[in-house]
């Protein structure tokens, strides 16, 4: 029986559903059955046997929305195996304040499960897509 997972992700500009669908297709290539979700649009994961969940990041922490989602689906998420894929501008950045802000980034979203895996990318910001005040 093949494996069911779950890639959700929470986008302002869209760049962080762009990566969804690329580990999607990497995972496809293992016979894995994976459906590509946006976050607001995932309600049930009775069907699911892991999750990854990713976000954007927006001042040092994930969106509050993925927060949202992860407090609400806690109790599920934490029966299932979940990893998290971080977004973030700052991984060019060397200095250690910016590598301790990366790694930070997911500290909100750890008080409500323990993830198998964290990865994180330097993500494009896409600022025409932004709304002005972001």
């Given amino acids: 029986m093949s494996r069911s997972i779950l ?24 016979d894995v059955w994976v459906d590509v979700r946006n976050i ?6 009775a069907r699911y046997d892991a999750v990854v969940i990713g976000s ?21 998420l934490a029966r299932l195996p979940v990893a998290l894929v ?6 060019g950045d060397e200095q250690g ?8 980034a997911t500290d909100e979203v750890r008080q ?10 330097a993500g494009k910001v896409a600022v025409k897509k932004l709304p002005y005040f972001e």
């Fill in 7 to 30: 890639i959700t992700y929470a986008t302002r500009a869209g760049t962080t559903g762009e990566v969804a669908h690329i580990i999607a297709d990497v995972l496809r290539r293992e």
């Fill in 40 to 45: 607001q649009d995932v309600t049930d994961l």
């Fill in 56 to 76: 954007a990041t927006r001042m040092g922490s994930w969106i509050p929305e993925a927060v949202a989602w992860v407090a609400a689906h806690a109790e599920v």
């Fill in 86 to 91: 971080t977004m973030t501008g700052l991984l």
């Fill in 97 to 104: 304040d910016a590598q301790q802000a990366v790694y930070s």
């Fill in 112 to 121: 409500y499960l323990s993830p198998v895996d964290e990865v994180f990318f």
